[in-house]
């Protein structure tokens, strides 16, 4: 997941707003959101190579959610799955400090990533290269691939439009939510970060929506929480960068 864009608290309507974008090599197996047999109470996506998922919420209001951290240290292999991460707090039921705290301790383990987790009365973020627990504060805020409100181009454009949309109207859309989530137009290279991979990398990731040979966004997410519980949860999935297949679950908390 490289994109996380959401409104928490701060709108007469919803307790949260949240639109996403998953980018991931097309080759890496996938399943789409379902609740899943062996979690029956998960509502996820999975990455079918080692289980996990990146975002998910669970029939009890759990919420979880991961992006990687983007940096040449990081970007190796032999630790241990990240999705598990988010996997394991959906499954617990631990609270939202009490579990980032013990994922602490075991920090080490995980190349960089940035987490929320909670619920929608209230988040907290955690990455492992600072080390430290964050309440979030309400209001619009966006997270890719370094710490939560970094001043990206894509997370300050993402930002900007969901706040401008949701503070416009009582009654969010997930479609309107979706076109925010397309935006495929790249940033212009004054603006954009230096993570170690190189000018022309950057520039290729820097839209919302990621369009390359064989990597990109995989899927859209948008989730909305009412202030009577009431959740939907709409997923787009994407094929090389064209539209497969979309999903939609309702339940109440």
């Known amino acids: 997941m490289c994109l996380i864009l959401f ?6 309507s919803y307790k949260l707003i949240l639109a996403a ?8 197996p996938t399943k789409e959101a379902s609740f899943w047999e062996d979690k029956p109470n998960i ?13 998910g919420i669970t029939t009890e209001g759990r919420f979880a959610a991961l992006t990687n951290y983007r940096h ?16 394991n707090y ?48 309400p209001g619009t805020h966006g997270l890719s691939n370094h710490f939560l409100d970094t001043p990206w181009p894509k997370v300050e454009k993402g930002r900007t439009k969901l706040r401008e949309y949701v503070n416009q109207t009582n009654q969010v859309s997930h479609e309107e939510l979706f076109q925010i989530l397309a935006d495929s137009d790249e940033a212009q290279e004054e603006l954009l ?19 390359m ?14 202030n009577s519980n009431h959740v939907a949860f709409t997923e787009r999935t994407y094929i090389s960068g064209v539209f497969h297949n979309e999903k939609k679950y309702n339940f109440q908390i």
């Open 7 to 12: 409104q928490l608290q701060d709108h007469p």
């Open 21 to 28: 974008n998953r980018d991931e090599a097309y080759d890496r």
């Open 43 to 55: 509502l996820a996506g999975r990455d079918l190579l080692q289980m996990g998922t990146w975002l």
């Open 72 to 87: 040449p240290d990081h970007m190796k292999s032999g630790k241990f799955s990240r999705g598990e991460i988010t996997t």
């Open 90 to 137: 959906l499954a617990g039921n631990e609270s939202s400090r009490q579990y980032i705290e013990k994922l602490s301790q075991a920090k080490g383990n995980y190349l960089g990533f940035n987490l929320l987790v909670g619920n929608a009365d209230g988040l907290v973020y955690y990455n492992n290269i600072e080390d430290k627990i964050t309440k979030i504060s």
């Open 193 to 211: 970060p230096d993570t170690g991979i190189g000018l022309e990398l950057e520039k290729k990731l820097s839209p919302l929506f990621i369009k």
């Open 213 to 226: 040979p064989d990597y990109g966004t995989r899927c859209s997410t948008v989730l909305t929480i009412d």
